[in-house]
């Protein structure tokens, strides 16, 4: 089993800084193909009707207890690191 860290390329809602999703899955690449289709969930559904695209931001190997345990937290994007990227760039030589 999998938990992943989708990131939207912009806010799902202008109002809000809504710009992550949190999963689980067994299949990934099957539920990640759901949620292109926007079948996933209602938040990937809306992304879509939108024209907001996604990337898989990150992957970790867990089951439904990580992900609970993530999502707890309330803070997708301090996972995230496309919006981190800063923390998790190479050092160059």
């Not at 809000?16 to 969930?41: F, M, S, V």
């Not at 931001?57 to 690191?81: D, T, Y």
Request: a positive charge; one cysteine or more; hydrophobic letters at 30%.
């Amino acid at each position: 089993m999998y938990v992943y860290l989708l990131h939207f390329d912009k806010p799902i809602n202008p109002n809000r800084p809504t710009q992550h999703y949190l999963g689980a899955a067994k299949d990934l690449d099957e539920r990640i193909r759901q949620h292109r289709r926007g079948k996933g969930a209602r938040l990937t559904e809306v992304a879509m009707e939108r024209g907001i695209t996604f990337r898989v931001a990150e992957v970790w190997k867990g089951n439904c207890s990580l992900e609970k345990q993530l999502k707890r937290q309330k803070n997708s994007r301090r996972f995230c690191p496309i919006c981190n990227s800063r923390f998790f760039k190479k050092e160059e030589n």
